[in-house]
C-alpha cells in the first residue's frame, strides 16, 4: 500500500477532527492533547509550534522529542489492521495516536488510555 499521501497530510488538518470525535463522546482537548503529548514527547509549546508549521505527519513524527517506550503496549485493531504488527514505522505510530484517540472516544480511562 502506498501511504505517500497519508505521510504528506499536514498534521494540523488532522488535528480537528481528533478533538471533534472525542468531544462527541464527552472527551475534551485537553485529553487528546495529553496523549498526543504522552505519545510524542512534544509538549504544548513545541507542539504549538509543529501546528502553526502545518507540518506532515512524516516531519511530525521525525521531529518528535521522544516516542513513549511504552508504545508496545498499544494493542488491537484499528482500520482493519493490528496495531502492533504493522511493519511501516511511520504508518505504526499513525495508527497507534488513532488506536489512543479512539480508545479515548469509546470512554477508557486516561490511565488505561496510557498503560499506567
Known sequence: MDNTR??????????????????????T??????????????????????????????????????????VSKITGVICGYRVEEIEDKLMQKIRYLDKLVDELAKGKTM???LRK
Do not use: C
Open 29 to 70: 482537548k485537553a485529553e487528546v492533547d495529553k496523549i498526543i503529548f504522552w505519545l510524542t514527547g512534544y509538549d504544548e509549546q513545541t507542539f504549538q509550534e509543529q501546528l502553526v508549521n502545518k507540518i506532515d505527519f512524516e516531519t511530525f513524527f521525525a521531529q518528535a522529542p521522544q516516542i513513549n517506550p511504552n
Open 6 to 27: 497519508v505521510y504528506k497530510m499536514s498534521f494540523a488538518s488532522v488535528y480537528p477532527h481528533y478533538i471533534q470525535k472525542a468531544e462527541k463522546k464527552g472527551r
Open 111 to 113: 490511565e488505561k488510555i
